[in-house]
């Protein structure tokens, strides 16, 4: 990967890090039960979001209203920047962006002829599997956890 060579946190040794994050949630108060309702709550949010009709006045609210928390913390509390690292590992970079490059080009190119049944886009493949409440919830709930990833690094 691009920064393989640069650790994660610079002042904490590799040890310490589990340490630290055991302190960081005795002195918030964050323990294993309230861990446990906070996953209870956002499964169940991703669930009610789920089962919203899409491109409707709720369905907006309902994506909005994550984003905005999540941005509001991430203004609020900026995080610690990790060093770049000395040198970009090209291998690494080219092949993420071989992957990016032929993505944006199946949708593209499904978007450009109308998407006809032998080269469909990404996105119509994907839509009837989206159909099903159970796999539509756990789409939003990866996509809740990931934005929580990206804020908190």
């Avoid at 946190?9 to 039960?33: L, N």
């Avoid at 991430?74 to 000395?86: L, N, S, T």
């Amino acid at each position: 990967m691009a920064a393989d060579d640069v650790p994660r946190w610079p002042d904490v040794p590799p040890r310490q890090g589990q340490r630290r994050r055991r302190e960081t949630r005795q002195r918030h108060g964050i323990g294993r039960p309230s861990a446990i309702v906070i996953g209870a709550g956002l499964a169940g949010y991703s669930w009610l979001a789920a089962g919203t009709v899409p491109f409707t006045r709720n369905a907006l609210l309902i994506v909005l209203l994550p984003g905005a928390v999540l941005g509001a913390i991430a203004y609020g509390r900026p995080p610690k920047r990790i060093p770049p690292p000395d040198s970009l590992d090209v291998t690494g970079f080219s092949y993420w962006a071989i992957a990016v490059a032929a993505l944006f080009e199946w949708e593209a190119s499904g978007f450009r002829d109308g998407s006809p049944w032998w080269h469909p886009a990404l996105t119509g493949l994907i839509d009837p599997e989206l159909g099903a409440r159970p796999v539509k919830a756990a789409g939003i709930l990866i996509w809740l956890l990931a934005g929580w990833a990206l804020v908190r690094r």
